[in-house]
């Protein structure tokens, strides 16, 4: 068979060509159906924003018939979707409000990401993610949002943008993540002053943790790593198995979850936490979650995350993998010098626009960090306005106990963010 031979500029356009198909193949594996798999209530619809930052955004609306009306944007966690939201957007529309929850950068069918692990990394920088949430309400019309709400990996984007831009977004709920504020520069150091003490990394946090009997590691170090996507993505007990345990493990279903604040992130300290945050050195998360499988009796008897509800998650991770999703752990997270760098521009600010946080009360998320509850409430936040601790619901909170975070929701609009 003869060989052809490529010209330089034809054969880097082929190279290109092969490489941009290889991202997209890995982040848009063939839809499998509409969004939701025929269980988001009716009133909420899915459709795709093109143009949003370089990416097309998938969105959930409510609250859409009526033109005018102001924003609230909701931004999920991991390992969640806009999905994760649906139980509280038709609240927030009756309320009065356009509700828009998207599938953030790196997950579910938001495209326009590079879903390889060597991808760049600086496109789910903190500042770029903020960028989307501004380049998405701008798309829908928006100049302005009432509230931007964050929960678990999206808490941090939200608490950014409430930071970096209050004339755009109004007011803030944190949700599970507390925020501690944006790094500090060192001050007067040409005069004599001392460097501030760094923080206790997460590389020292696994070095004492790998000390302990049994050894341990700290699950944002273990997100970081190559195989992680794999590991969860091919879990032995399956996908779906493996997302109803992780879920059960970290509810108030689980009754092992008893958080409560610890004194110093030591390794003694971080090991009272269960091991979905401070793992077992040998395990993955798929064995880590395994031995927490709830019973057929406790699945049925869930009523905030159902079989159908669960294949969700399962069929849109099994389509794009955890990999997109696991970015912002490399680099929004932890000591990235380059992330760190962004975020010290803002050194000294606070989030001066009305802010509230709620969590599950069986949510280890809100301790996790120790003293991040304390800075928030202290220095982080100027108008912090409001503190709740939700019982009956641990680190989902919003699918858990919607109806008391919608509550909670609309009395914090109506009373801190009036409609203009």
């Excluded at 993610?129 to 941090?156: E, F, K, S, W």
């Excluded at 969700?312 to 991770?317: C, G, K, Q, R």
Aim: net charge neutral; aromatic share 10%.
């Amino acid at each position: 068979m003869p060989v052809t031979k490529l010209s330089r500029r034809e054969f880097v356009s082929v190279a290109a060509a092969v490489a941009g198909f290889a991202r997209l193949s890995a982040q848009t594996t063939i839809l499998t159906g509409p969004y939701g798999n025929g269980t988001i209530p009716p009133g909420i619809r899915t459709r795709a924003i093109a143009n949003v930052n370089g990416l097309t955004v998938n969105i959930l609306e409510a609250g859409f018939e009526r033109p005018g009306r102001p924003a609230v944007l909701l931004l999920h966690g991991f390992p969640e979707l806009a999905y994760s939201w649906r139980k509280v957007m038709l609240p927030l529309a009756a309320a009065g409000y356009h509700v828009i929850a998207p599938d953030q950068r790196g997950y579910g069918r938001t495209t326009g990401w590079d879903g390889s692990y060597d991808a760049d990394p600086d496109p789910f920088r903190i500042l770029n993610m903020v960028r989307d949430a501004i380049a998405l309400v701008y798309a829908l019309g928006h100049r302005t949002v009432a509230m931007i709400a964050g929960h678990d990996a999206g808490a941090p984007v939200a608490s950014w943008a409430a930071l970096i831009r209050p004339d755009i977004f109004r007011s803030i709920t944190i949700l599970s993540s507390p925020f501690e504020g944006p790094p500090a520069t060192p001050f007067d150091t040409a005069n004599g002053a001392a460097m501030p003490p760094a923080a206790p990394g997460d590389d020292q946090l696994d070095a004492e943790l790998l000390t302990l009997n049994p050894p341990r590691k700290y699950y944002q170090n273990y997100q970081r790593t190559r195989g992680a996507s794999d590991n969860m993505l091919h879990a032995p007990q399956g996908l779906h198995a493996f997302f109803r345990a992780y879920y059960h493990y970290k509810s108030a279903d689980w009754k092992g979850n008893t958080p409560h604040p610890l004194k110093a992130r030591t390794g003694a300290e971080m090991a009272q936490i269960p091991t979905y945050y401070v793992m077992e050195k040998d395990k993955g998360m798929a064995e880590t979650v395994a031995p927490f499988m709830p019973s057929a009796a406790e699945i049925a008897a869930c009523p905030w995350l159902t079989e159908s509800e669960v294949d969700v998650y399962a069929t849109e991770y099994g389509r794009t993998g955890f990999t997109g999703a696991l970015q912002g752990y490399r680099v929004r997270r932890g000591g990235d010098p380059k992330s760190l760098a962004e975020m010290r521009t803002f050194s000294g600010r606070a989030i001066d626009v009305p802010a509230m946080f709620v969590a599950g009360k069986s949510d280890w998320g809100v301790y996790q960090t120790p003293g991040a509850v304390d800075r928030m409430r202290t220095s982080a936040c100027s108008r912090m306005v409001g503190f709740h601790l939700l019982d009956g619901a641990g680190h989902w909170v919003q699918q858990e106990q919607p109806e008391h975070v919608s509550a909670r929701l609309i009395e914090f609009l109506r009373t801190h963010a009036p409609r203009t």
